[in-house]
């Protein structure tokens, strides 16, 4: 096969188009909805472990079609009922086979690559845009590898089984596949029903939830292994002229499958794993975040050291000693987990993300005053009742004459209500003795560390 070969199939056949479909697609989906993946540290534009992730997970969707479209293009030779005639000609099977199949690899991997590319360069242009490690890459060439050989082996179906009905059977089998080998993102970790090795199968993955989770070296492989069976016996099938080729053509997809099974996890612990290198910490001072969110810590630093300056008046040798990014991993709705001695930040929090100066100061004080026990991600909505206590807490501590809130309170009946308590409360502090309102705020500190009503305490309805 020659480029000039390969140009003319690309321009004279419809080989261009899944191509197109997997690009404009892509683009559509992203552009054109606010879907959750523009939001969190895990966003598809966040970092690049998460862009190539969010990129892959549409092959939900993505490596049917591309079956599919191989399919219609497999059967181009038997619709126009030339067959037999190529087949008396001196070119090989092989050789015949090449071109329809690059020409359709190619418009494959070009059109899913720009869709990573595009996520490459606003990756790149964003403030946490700097590259920790490549691990990125082997998750967006395995789902390269896969749209290829789904394409192919759709070419090589249709080839052994020339009927209009070959490509919607092979479309709908390769959506139940997908239905069945599900993960989803609701665990510690990504998981199915289906055993873990059957489910790694799919090159689609879950949507990611946690910045610091990648794919593991062994699923890499794997994957690649299956994959490529795959590719090898869709380019048997379609060179293939007699019946034992077509029945030997199978084994390259079996002895893959076998492999891959193999060598493929068991448990969803070793499909995900932490990725060490943007999981490292960089540390100020008493000021560590991971090496994913470096570029924050020169804003942080200064204002974590003053919050925990104000937290030492506050609280004595009970305050926290030192400010870290939360790392810990969590099923979807758990608990945060807290500590007494360290200030947890979570770049997640739209208190902390929205906030600079001395509105971050303030943000952080609440924090280690009165940390919230339900986390505040796109994921999950909890965490912003503990706004009205953290205000309180936050306001007393940096001496504030009135109640400042973290943010403005919901216009909502709730929100009001919720709001004229924390003011009730804030007057009932502000009138005790000294003495009475610290005792209160370090209430209010042990009752938030163990996801008690950090406001009872402050009221003294929770005393004890």
Request: charged residues 15%; aromatic residues 6%.
């Amino acid at each position: 096969m020659n480029a000039r070969v390969l140009g003319i199939e690309l321009k004279r056949s419809v080989a261009p188009w899944p191509g197109v479909v997997v690009l404009g697609g892509s683009v559509a989906i992203l552009f054109l909805i606010d879907g959750i993946w523009w939001r969190g540290t895990a966003g598809w534009t966040a970092q690049w472990t998460p862009m190539a992730l969010w990129t892959r997970s549409w092959l939900a969707y993505w490596w049917p079609l591309a079956a599919g479209a191989g399919a219609v293009y497999g059967l181009r030779d038997s619709r126009s009922r030339m067959t037999e005639l190529l087949a008396t000609t001196p070119l090989p099977a092989w050789r015949r086979a090449a071109a329809p199949a690059g020409a359709m690899a190619l418009a494959l991997v070009t059109g899913f690559g720009l869709v990573v590319l595009v996520g490459a360069v606003r990756v790149a242009l964003g403030p946490t845009g700097h590259l920790t490690s490549l691990g990125w890459l082997p998750i967006s060439l395995v789902a390269a590898l896969a749209l290829v050989a789904a394409a192919v082996f759709g070419m090589g179906a249709a080839r052994a089984l020339p009927s209009v009905l070959t490509p919607p059977a092979l479309v709908m089998l390769l959506l139940l596949a997908e239905l069945l080998l599900r993960q989803d993102n609701e665990g510690l970790l990504p998981s199915g029903t289906a055993p873990n090795r059957l489910a790694l199968l799919s090159p689609a993955v879950a949507e990611p939830r946690e910045l610091l989770l990648t794919l593991s070296g062994s699923v890499h492989l794997g994957q690649a292994l299956w994959l490529l069976g795959l590719l090898a016996t869709g380019l048997g099938l379609l060179s293939a002229a007699t019946r034992r080729a077509r029945l030997l053509a199978a084994a390259p997809v079996l002895a893959g499958a076998a492999l891959a099974l193999l060598i493929l996890p068991a448990d969803p612990r070793g499909s995900y794993v932490v990725d060490r290198a943007a999981a490292a910490l960089v540390c100020d001072g008493p000021v560590c975040v991971t090496q994913a969110h470096r570029s924050q810590l020169a804003a942080l630093a200064p204002r974590a050291e003053e919050a925990l300056r104000l937290l030492h008046d506050a609280l004595g040798d009970g305050a926290p000693a030192s400010v870290r990014e939360e790392t810990a991993l969590r099923a979807l709705a758990d608990d945060r987990q807290l500590a007494g001695d360290v200030l947890l930040v979570d770049f997640e929090d739209p208190l902390v993300v929205g906030a600079s100066g001395d509105g971050l100061t303030r943000v952080l004080v609440a924090q280690g005053l009165a940390p919230n026990c339900a986390p505040r991600t796109p994921w999950e909505g909890g965490g912003l009742v503990d706004v009205p206590v953290q205000s309180i807490v936050a306001s007393w501590a940096l001496g504030d004459h009135r109640l400042e809130p973290l943010r403005q309170p919901d216009p909502g009946e709730y929100g009001q209500r919720a709001w004229a308590r924390a003011q009730a409360a804030w007057q009932q502090l502000t009138a005790l003795p000294p003495a009475e309102q610290r005792a209160r705020i370090a209430r209010a500190h042990a009752a938030a560390l163990s996801c008690q009503d950090g406001l009872a305490a402050l009221t003294g309805e929770a005393s004890s």
